[in-house]
């Protein structure tokens, strides 16, 4: 059955007269147990931290925002371990243009974004899918072979050369489903290029 990703702001009305038979599903950081784990907020714990050996973050998107590097201020190892699901983003208002995220919390290149995308999100991201919420994405396979399902989240883009808006998370997990493989492009170390 299909795997729909909707925007979170388009309401019950609309929901119910396009998708009346669908399981619906909110995946964001405000969404009900258990699948508020498949959010990139959420503080699973010892999450490997990209081309930074030997250390961990407490969710993905602690881990990008703690690699991003802006004119006025580089990485912050503080957002590795927040726990709270707030208090995560780093602002260009607060610290100048985003110049790219570190490779590393030591490392010397800065990746551009779709290269950042590609080597620092994706495969966080479905680290965490595969490892820490193999459960509930085990069980929403078994949801998507008996009915309809739409997953709600903030943004739809799932297209990680779309640079015009975030990378939607449900649009990940979608991907995710569908495939043998997962989402994510194995990593092109040639390839060289704030969201996510």
Request: hydrophobic share 35%; net charge neutral.
């Amino acid at each position: 059955m299909p795997v729909h990703v909707v925007s979170k702001r388009r309401g019950s009305a609309w929901l119910t007269k396009n998708h009346p038979d669908a399981l619906v599903l909110d995946v964001t950081s405000k969404g009900p147990s258990p699948w508020v784990r498949l959010s990139p907020f959420y503080p699973h714990g010892d999450i490997p931290v990209p081309f930074t050996p030997n250390t961990t973050g407490a969710s993905v998107e602690g881990i990008w925002q703690a690699l991003k590097v802006f004119e006025h201020a580089d990485v912050d190892p503080t957002k590795l371990h927040v726990t709270t699901m707030t208090g995560l983003k780093r602002t260009v208002r607060r610290h100048g243009p985003v110049q790219g995220h570190r490779t590393g919390l030591e490392g010397t290149t800065l990746l551009q974004y779709e290269d950042a995308r590609r080597r620092i999100y994706l495969p966080t991201y479905r680290w965490v899918l595969e490892t820490r919420a193999a459960t509930e994405i085990a069980t929403l396979r078994d949801l998507t072979a008996e009915q309809e399902v739409v997953l709600l989240d903030y943004t739809t883009n799932g297209d990680v050369t779309d640079l015009r808006t975030p990378l939607s998370h449900a649009a990940l997990v979608a991907q995710h489903l569908r495939s043998e493989t997962g989402f994510v492009e194995q990593p092109d170390h040639d390839r060289h290029g704030q969201g996510r």
